[in-house]
């Protein structure tokens, strides 16, 4: 059975940095996507970030190039979220989602994942 569990949420200072873990289980690490999505209170869920195994490209929202930098770990099955330079507008839910098999390059759309983690509470706020 595939398994997201997401950590490293929490409250920190605008211009602050967060890591966020996603462990993974019930499946291997090849052959996969795996994106990072946020919700915030009153609005749509909206991707973040995601990775394919087939070219290892990552692809980021505008609203966090630059900021964000997503990063796989295959020998711990585990994926990060590095994040940078926090601003007030990044407080939201963060939830790891995976498809898998995946074998193409690109993102899958959102409805594509089919596996997602309980979400981890990013607050940003002084």
């Known amino acids: 059975q595939v398994q997201l569990v997401e950590s490293g949420g929490g409250l920190v200072q605008p211009g602050g940095s967060l890591r966020l873990s996603c462990a993974a289980s019930?499946?291997?690490?090849?052959?996969?996507?795996i994106g990072w999505f946020r919700q915030a209170p009153g609005k749509e869920r909206e991707g973040v970030s995601c990775?394919?195994?087939?070219?290892?490209?990552?692809y980021y929202a505008d609203s966090v190039k630059g900021r964000f930098t997503i990063s796989v770990d295959n020998a711990k099955m585990s994926v990060y979220l590095q994040m940078n330079s926090l601003k007030p507008e990044d407080t939201a839910v963060y939830y790891c989602?995976?498809?898998?098999?995946?074998?193409?390059?690109?993102?899958?759309?959102?409805?594509?994942?089919?596996?997602w983690g309980q979400g981890t509470q990013v607050t940003v706020s002084s």
């Open positions: 989602a995976t498809v898998y098999p995946w074998y193409g390059s690109n993102c899958p759309y959102e409805y594509e994942y089919k596996y």
């Open positions: 019930g499946f291997t690490l090849d052959y996969y996507a």
């Open positions: 990775i394919s195994s087939r070219d290892g490209i990552a």
